[in-house]
C-alpha cells in the first residue's frame, strides 16, 4: 500500500493524468532547506545593510545633516528588501523552475496547476502572499494534513497542487528518425513544448516503445489520438509539414522536447 495520495486529473485536452502528492514530510523538508537559503540570503542584507548605514552615516554627520532622518530611510529600505527577497525567492524559482524551488527539487517534488499544467508567475505569486499566513500557529500544517489534496490555504487560493516529481529518462531505445530529428528544430520554433509537463512526455514515450508490438490497426489509431491531444498543449495551430504522418510529429516532439529541457527536466 502506498504511503502517498494520488490524484488524478483530467486536462482540458481530456488527457487523464496520474500524479503522486508530495505528502507533508517531503514538503516539510523543502520548506526547510528554503527557510535557510532565505536565512542566508537575508542575513547577508542584514551585514551589508549595517555596513552601508554606517558609512551613510558617518559622511552625512560629517556634512551637517540629521542622522535619524536617514536611519529611517536605511531602515524602510532594509524592510522592503527583506519582503522582496522572502517572497521573489518563492515566486521566482517557482516560476522559472516549473513549479520547484531548490528545496522543492532536492526532494523532487513541485507545483503545478490544478489542471495539471505548469504553475505560472500569478500562481506562484498568490502562494507567497499567503505563506506567512500559513505559517501561523502551523495553520497550513493542518490544512495539508486533514485535506484530501493535501493543500495549505495557498494552495487553495492560487488553485495549485504539490506533487511528487516523476524522473524523466533518457531517449534510448526510443527509435527516431531523421525526417523527425529536423522537424524537431522547427517545433521549438513555432510550438511552445514547455506546456508539457514530465508526466505527458513519459505517456508520449511509452507508445514511442511499445508502438512496435501494437496492431496496425491500434497503432495507427492511438497514434492518430495522441498527436491530435499534443498539438493542442504545445498550441501548435498548423504542422510544420503538410500530412505528417502522426508518428513522425509524435517523435519530432519527443526530440525537441529532449533538447529543450532533457537535461534540465531529467533532475526533477
Known amino acids: 500500500m502506498s504511503l502517498f495520495k494520488t490524484i488524478s486529473i483530467q486536462t482540458p485536452e481530456s488527457v487523464e493524468l496520474e500524479f503522486t502528492l508530495a505528502g507533508i514530510g517531503n514538503r516539510a523538508l523543502a520548506l526547510l532547506v528554503d527557510y535557510l537559503l532565505v536565512f542566508l540570503l537575508l542575513s547577508l542584507v542584514a551585514i551589508f545593510s549595517a555596513f552601508l548605514s554606517e558609512q551613510l552615516t558617518s559622511v552625512f554627520l560629517a556634512l551637517g545633516g540629521d542622522a535619524d532622518g536617514l536611519n529611517l530611510w536605511l531602515t524602510a529600505i532594509a524592510l522592503l528588501a527583506t519582503a522582496a527577497i522572502y517572497g521573489g525567492y518563492f515566486v521566482g524559482f517557482e516560476t522559472y523552475w516549473q513549479g520547484q524551488t531548490p528545496g522543492k527539487r532536492w526532494t523532487k517534488i513541485r507545483v503545478i496547476n490544478d489542471n495539471g499544467k505548469p504553475e505560472g508567475v500569478f500562481q506562484a505569486t498568490l502562494r507567497a502572499l499567503l505563506r506567512p499566513v500559513d505559517d501561523i500557529l502551523f495553520l497550513g500544517f493542518f490544512c495539508i494534513i486533514f485535506s484530501h489534496q493535501e493543500k495549505r490555504l495557498g494552495d487553495w487560493l492560487a488553485g495549485t497542487l504539490v506533487v511528487q516529481s516523476e524522473t524523466v529518462v533518457g531517449e534510448a531505445q526510443v527509435k527516431i528518425s531523421p525526417a523527425a530529428q529536423t522537424l524537431a528544430a522547427d517545433l521549438m520554433e513555432q510550438a511552445q513544448i514547455g506546456n508539457l509537463l514530465p508526466d505527458d512526455f513519459a505517456t508520449l514515450r511509452a507508445y ?16 492518430v489520438q495522441l498527436a491530435q491531444q499534443l498539438q493542442a498543449m504545445i498550441e501548435l495551430s498548423e ?11 509524435l517523435e519530432a516532439i519527443y526530440v525537441a522536447y529532449q533538447q529543450q529541457f532533457g537535461d534540465r527536466r531529467r533532475a526533477y
Not at 501494437?214 to 497514434?223: G, I
Open 208 to 223: 514511442l516503445l511499445r508502438r512496435q508490438v501494437m496492431t496496425t490497426a491500434a497503432r495507427k489509431q492511438l497514434s
Open 239 to 249: 504542422l510544420p509539414q503538410a500530412e505528417m504522418p502522426a508518428e513522425q510529429f
